[in-house]
């Protein structure tokens, strides 16, 4: 009976040890969590000299001299706790653009020859390109004309002032047929020439 009541208390003794080592490990590492928490919000505060001066050209705050009293080197270790998104910690997070899909325009008339990009849109066309091309201050004027049956086209009556003798090309090949009736493809090349 002795032994048996013997392992019963050395064994709630040996599990409160573990129990309290736990604990107390767990409390030193939720303290090296929030010390580093507070270290990395001092670098990065804004209003700190360093990262001011940073913004200004001034060297790096690896390179800035530091009081003796503060450490000149800082290596934040991970830790095994996840850090909330709530933790005032920055994430970076990449800001890349998105790609735009584009239409190279280019104007050859009497005054000269003009090339720049435009935004791609579904259906556009090598007439409504122009629209667009006014629209962005790309071009002065353009005037379009519609022509019903048996055409059922638009016309490009005048482009910057030069009246009539328009013709286009898709990525160098001419086309016959009226401007509204060709739909552009991402990244293509249409060209207006005045004849």
Known sequence: ?????????????FFLLAGTTFYNSNKTTLKKVSENKQVVK?????TSPAVASAKEGAPTISSLSTPTTAPTQIDIQPTNIPVSQSSGVAQDKPT??????????????????SKFSLIYKDNINPCSILNDAK???????????HYDAPLNSDYVKEINGFSDNWKFSIDGDGKPAGC????????STVTWKYN
């Open 1 to 13: 009976m002795f032994k048996r009541n013997f392992f019963k208390i050395l064994a709630i003794v």
């Open 42 to 46: 001092k670098i990065i505060s804004p």
């Open 96 to 113: 890349n653009p998105p790609q735009q899909d584009l239409i190279t325009l280019e104007i050859n008339s009497p005054d000269g020859s």
């Open 135 to 145: 629209n962005d201050g790309k071009i002065k004027s353009v005037t379009i004309i």
């Open 180 to 187: 509204s009736n060709y739909k552009l493809n991402k990244n």
